[in-house]
Structures are given as structure tokens and as C-alpha cells.
């Protein structure tokens, strides 16, 4: 109960199981795709299903972060500017957040274009420095992609948007969660 409005703060509950659900899920996944999914691909006839799920898995683990940038983006450019034109907000949040998804995404790209389009491509000695670490930009991409989710959520207003009301975020959560219980169940069954 909130002590000044007396209402129960229900969104946020739901928000918060809903993320930790997810939450759940993904370290269930990864504990999975560290300590059991190579050793299935390896050794199980028939490897598969153990060998898709694993490929899905890295893939999602590098370049999961992609979409998620562009769907903050998205949201900031369709959602997020309509609020701001209905009432006055400060600015900088919004800024903040928009330049680093476009550095992120317009790094991610960057080593995509064809070597004869001068503009984006990075140094050699920044290519030599990244093939020495080669988890860095996975990592350096993952890490402001959470940093704009934490700018996003600091304020309330923000976080309910950008998590909605609850039940659309519940739906996908139970989605993620039923998904790796049954790929877990398969895999069970094939072994």
C-alpha cells in the first residue's frame, strides 16, 4: 500500500514477477547452454535438436541485443515523443539513451559494410584490439542496452511505459519460460 495515495502499487508486482520470470528463464537457458547442451550436441545420435538449440542460443547470446535496441528506439520514436508533446519533460533522459542506441546499432553494423564504403569502418587498431578480446563488442553492446533500460526505468512514467500495464509483459514472459521448460522436456525424452 502506498502510504500517501493508500492504492496498491499492482503494475509494478506484475512488472517485477514478470521480469523476474524472464529472468528465470534466460538463467535456465544459459545454465543449460554452459553445462548440458554441448555435451548432448557431442555425444547424442541423434544431435540435432541439441546442436539447433545450442546455435540458437550463442546467436541469441551475440546479436540478441540488435533487436532490442531497435525496438528501444522505435518505442522512444513513437511512444515516447508523443507523451513529450502532450506535456513539457526534460530532454536529456530521451537524448541520452537515443544517441547510445544509435552508437550501439551503428557500431554493430559498422564491420557489416563492404570494405569500398568508406564511412563507418573502424581502424585497424581497433580491429586488432577486437580480435584479441572477441567477446568486447558483445559485451560493450549488452552493457548499454542495459544501461538505457536502467536510464528508462529510473522514473516511473517511463518504466510504465515502456513495460505497459502488465499483461502483455506477463504473456511474454510465461512464453519464454513455457518455451524452455519444453525444450527441456524434448530433449528429456530424446535422451
Known sequence: MCTRCGKSPTYEWIQLTSLLVIL?????????????????????????????????????????????AAGMLMWEFHVWRKVRKAKPVTKIRSWVSRKILTFVLAAGF????????????????????????????????????????????CKAETRNLLLGNGKTL????????????ALTLVGWSLT
Open 110 to 153: 559498422a564491420p557489416i559494410l563492404p570494405w569500398w564504403i568508406p564511412a563507418g569502418q573502424p581502424s585497424e587498431k581497433t580491429m586488432s584490439t577486437l580480435a584479441q578480446y572477441p567477446g568486447l563488442p558483445c559485451a560493450i553492446s549488452w552493457g548499454a542496452i542495459l544501461i538505457v533500460a536502467t536510464v528508462l526505468c
Open 170 to 181: 506477463s504473456l511474454v514472459s510465461l512464453g519464454a519460460l513455457a518455451m524452455f521448460m
Open 24 to 68: 528465470l528463464a534466460v538463467i535456465g537457458n544459459e545454465v543449460t547452454g554452459w553445462l548440458l547442451l554441448p555435451r548432448m550436441a557431442a555425444t547424442h545420435p541423434s544431435g540435432h535438436f541439441f546442436r539447433t538449440w545450442l546455435w540458437v542460443d550463442r546467436q541469441t547470446s551475440v546479436y540478441g541485443w540488435m533487436p532490442l
